[in-house]
């Protein structure tokens, strides 16, 4: 069965960056496409950012373009999210997830158990 492990969330002060890892393992890696999520407290879990199975497109939340970028390296089975430009409202606990089409979120089966991030003034 597919694991994914998320790593690298921790407390930073806004305006700080952060990288957040997600190791995969149980089937192919490098043929499906990969996303992150983010839960707030008392909020609905949030779209973060996408990219398709061999890294050539990437689509992100209006909330966090221009600051975060998602990346992968097949090689290792791992996809990172770099968060730049930290903002209070990004603090939430974030989370990776694979599945087959990187637009449609119904396809996203497996996840990770997240990893928090806080942002502080």
């Known amino acids: 069965q597919v694991q994914l492990v998320e790593s690298g969330g921790t407390s930073v002060q806004a305006g700080g960056s952060l990288r957040l890892s997600c190791a995969a393992s149980?089937?192919?890696?490098?043929?499906?496409?990969m996303a992150w999520f983010r839960q707030a407290p008392g909020k609905e879990r949030e779209f973060v950012a996408t990219?398709?199975?061999?890294?050539?497109?990437?689509m992100y939340a209006n909330s966090v373009k221009g600051r975060f970028t998602i990346s992968r390296d097949n090689g290792k089975n791992t996809v990172y999210l770099q968060m730049n430009s930290l903002k209070l409202e990004d603090t939430a606990v974030y989370y990776c997830?694979?599945?087959?089409?990187?637009?449609?979120?119904?396809?996203?089966?497996?996840w990770g158990q997240g990893t928090q991030v806080t942002v502080s003034s």
């Open positions: 997830a694979e599945g087959r089409l990187w637009l449609a979120a119904d396809t996203y089966d497996y």
């Open positions: 149980g089937r192919t890696f490098s043929s499906y496409a």
């Open positions: 990219i398709r199975w061999n890294g050539d497109l990437t």
